[in-house]
């Protein structure tokens, strides 16, 4: 059976002093992602910042996957920057809002997790809270660092929604890397998952395109979030040119 292509975007980061070229900027993507993406059925390749050619380089593939990473820039989303927002890369952030919506346009499967559902949110015109503490409640410790591959807290899945059909509805255990989250959410989405302190956990796109994003960060978890994965795949396999 092929395996269809997913494309990563890829993140800006800062190389080390010790690194031979310590002024230039790497750009990269977590194992976790790749591994689970492999695991699932895929091929993967890290799609490189570039303000060109980013519509044949999204044809080339068969799905797109939007990462975690920094904050984003907030005059994205039409706000001043607040001392709690932590830097951004608005390079990255542009350039990843192009892939989405080059992807979306050619009808490819995305998949949004914890920076890359607040992207997509973005986006598509809602809006974030600069950090969580800045929502009337907030009730959960939002980073626990410490638990980065282990459940941190619940979210309760919705009926009737994608994330149900794959996961279940009810309540479900995930971890939590974010410390910014979905303030108003982009029309034409739906919250597919909340903590029970209310926080918008996971959302789709109601419109009949398949972009799923979840807030945490399921390559991170162990195997009961594998499902996401191969649901995301699955759909991308729908996309492969007969053989």
Known sequence: MSRPIIAI?????QAPPTSAFPTLRRIFTN???????????????LIPNTETNIDTLISLCDGLLLPGGPDIEPSLYHQERHPS?????????TF????????????????????????????EGG????DYMMRENHLIDHPDLA?????SH??????NTRLASILGSG???????????????????????????????????????????????????????????????EEARKRLSPV
């Open 154 to 159: 619940l979210v309760t899945i919705q009926e």
């Open 31 to 45: 194992e976790g992602y790749v591994s689970k993406l492999e695991q699932s059925g895929a091929s993967v390749i």
């Open 171 to 233: 309540e479900v255990g995930v971890n939590s890397l974010h410390h910014q989250c979905i303030d108003v959410l982009a029309p034409d989405f739906q919250c597919m998952a909340r903590s029970n302190d209310g926080c918008i956990e996971a959302i789709e796109c109601t419109t009949g395109h398949w972009v799923l994003a979840v807030q945490w960060h399921p390559e991170s978890m162990d195997e009961g979030m594998l499902p996401l994965f191969k649901a995301f795949i």
């Open 85 to 93: 927002c932590g830097k951004s890369d608005v390079e990255s952030d």
């Open 96 to 123: 990843q809002i192009a892939l989405y919506h080059a992807a979306k346009k050619l009808e490819k499967p995305i998949m949004g997790i914890c920076r890359g559902c607040q992207l997509i949110n973005v986006a």
């Open 127 to 130: 809006t974030l809270f600069q």
């Open 9 to 13: 975007g890829g993140t800006y980061g």
């Open 147 to 151: 638990h980065f591959d282990k459940v």
